[in-house]
């Protein structure tokens, strides 16, 4: 049997970059590929070819046995081809049914509003999305939403669904869902394109993986015969272990961020205090508060009760800027539309908040030459992958976008660090890059709070643990002989 779909020799070019440099990549049916590579390796570009949004330079795709010429989405969709984006193009006010109907070929009349509806119903029930035809978009979680972007893939009759880091901003219990539904449809016989940074889900859920590197084609391997250690090092040519801090290294300095009773929409009576050489790990089960938190100690969510010292300073109600001025670093989940102006250069978005000071600029005049040398530097040292500083940052790979925020904001030395999700999107290289510079910083005595769904790497780098549960903090624990299954429970909010 051919395969599902056969790319061979695919070449992509951005001016000098070559993203796609000769490309040979097979899907069978009933097959889940994992693709997976560095930050920038060209995995997104490859599947953007695939899927019509850029044209190659050269190459041949076949798909089901026939040549695909895909010149935009809706070719490859009329092919049987879909791609599940990470931000979904869903209209909240409507149902489940609406939308689907919305882009419904031949238009919503052809098929009534109830025969849809049963559609859904028994689509959901076949391939386990569990979805309400009749519930409202703005109600439903994230990963509903995504079901219903598979649910669309579904009744369009795809046979390869492209899944470009899907699980990156999903609640663990959402993950092992979607793992489940990608089964469901490979024992239904459909062909998956997996990406994704995490190599305990790809080895859960994958057939094969292709491994790409700078562009080029670096290892393939049956899931069944390769463990994490040598996916890693197929990844960045080495295995990247996580740090460890040890305690009793560093003095504690003085006390750098005071949060008490603080209270927000969605935020209740948080207390902690932080002193400097500290780092408080916040885990828990996204949307759990965790995003209200860390929004309430930046300044982007006003204050309805409690307060917030930064040092010596009360910045209960101070601005971002002002919480800027007082040291603090703010890391965002959200860098797209929080940290990073897109449309901007890399030199531009680097020198965001510097740009009004000495020695890079008085008042709004910047000194382009000690500015561009500077950016080159943090381009330099945090390994920020692009052809140079005027390279405008939309146009980055998505971890080096965030390479682009971490830089900028970690550069400052800062006093107190927020970070939250600091590592959502990057490669395994570019992590234990990331919690090296918080650990540094815990060195140089900034206090951190350190926000993550990812429980390895809070044990990796926090001194005490806290536990969020329903906007409050569950549970604290110094990060020394950590009982798992009272952070379990703590996480599902029981005070066990
Ligand atoms: N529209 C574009 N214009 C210019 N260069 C681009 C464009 N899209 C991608 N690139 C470049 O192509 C290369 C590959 O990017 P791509 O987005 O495919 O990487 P990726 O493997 O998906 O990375 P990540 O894991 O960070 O998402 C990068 O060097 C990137 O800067
Ligand atoms: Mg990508």
Request: glycine content about 10%; hydrophobic content about 45%.
């Amino acid at each position: 049997m051919p395969p599902l779909l056969e790319m061979l020799g695919i070449v992509r070019t951005f001016g000098a970059v070559r993203a796609n440099d000769n490309i040979n990549l097979t899907v069978q049916s009933g097959e889940i590929l994992g693709l997976l590579g560095e930050n920038g390796s060209g995995k997104s570009t490859l599947m953007k070819v695939l899927y019509g949004m850029l044209p190659p330079d050269s190459g041949d795709i076949r798909f089901r046995d026939a040549p695909l010429d895909a010149k935009s989405p809706f070719d490859a969709i009329k092919a049987g081809i879909a791609m599940i984006h990470q931000h979904f193009m869903l209209v909240e006010a409507m149902t489940v049914t609406e939308n689907i109907l919305l882009g419904w070929p031949g238009g919503g009349q052809v098929l009534k509003h109830k025969q849809m509806a049963e559609h859904i119903r028994q689509a959901s029930r076949r391939f386990g999305l569990d979805l309400d035809p009749d519930a409202r978009i703005s109600a439903l979680s994230l990963g509903r939403r995504q079901r219903v972007e598979i649910l669309k893939a579904i009744l369009r009759d795809a046979e390869l669904l492209i899944l470009d880091e899907p699980t990156s901003n999903l609640a663990p219990t959402e993950v092992r869902e979607l793992l489940d539904i990608m089964r469901r449809l490979r024992s239904e016989g459909k062909g998956i394109v997996f990406i994704s940074h995490k190599l305990p889900e790809v080895l859960d859920v994958c057939d094969r993986v292709v491994v790409l590197r700078a562009g080029k084609l670096a290892g393939e391997a049956a899931v069944a015969s390769i463990s994490r250690e040598q996916l890693a090092e197929m990844m960045v040519g080495r295995n990247v272990p996580m740090p460890r801090v040890t305690e009793g290294e560093h003095r504690r300095g003085a006390l750098r961020l005071s949060v008490r009773g603080l209270s927000a929409t969605g935020l209740s009576a948080i207390t902690f205090d932080l002193r400097g050489g500290e780092i408080l790990g916040i885990a828990g089960v996204d949307g759990n508060g965790q995003l209200e938190l860390a929004e309430a100690l930046a300044g982007l969510r006003p204050v309805t009760d409690g307060i917030v010292l930064i040092g010596d300073h009360d910045a209960t109600q101070a601005s971002v800027t002002a919480r800027v001025e007082m040291g603090l670093a703010y890391l965002p989940a959200d860098r797209s539309h929080t940290a990073l102006v897109k449309a901007m250069t890399v030199f531009d978005n680097l020198m965001l908040r510097d740009s009004r000071r000495p020695p890079y600029g008085t008042r709004a005049l910047l000194t382009p030459k000690t500015g561009v040398a500077r950016a080159r530097d943090l381009m330099a040292q945090y390994d920020i992958r692009a052809p140079g500083v005027d390279f405008v940052v939309g146009q980055l790979s998505g971890g080096n976008q965030q390479k682009v925020v971490i830089a900028r904001e970690l550069s400052r030395a800062p006093t107190a660090v927020v970070a939250h999700q600091a590592t959502w999107g990057l490669d395994p290289g570019a992590t234990r890059f990331v919690l090296d510079q918080m650990i540094a910083l815990r060195q140089q005595g900034a206090a951190i709070v350190y926000i993550s769904s990812e429980l390895e790497e809070i044990l990796s780098i926090s001194d005490r643990i806290a536990v969020m549960a329903g906007g409050a903090i569950a549970g604290v624990t110094p990060n020394r002989n950590v009982d798992l299954r009272q952070i379990g429970l703590w996480m599902s909010g029981r005070h066990a």
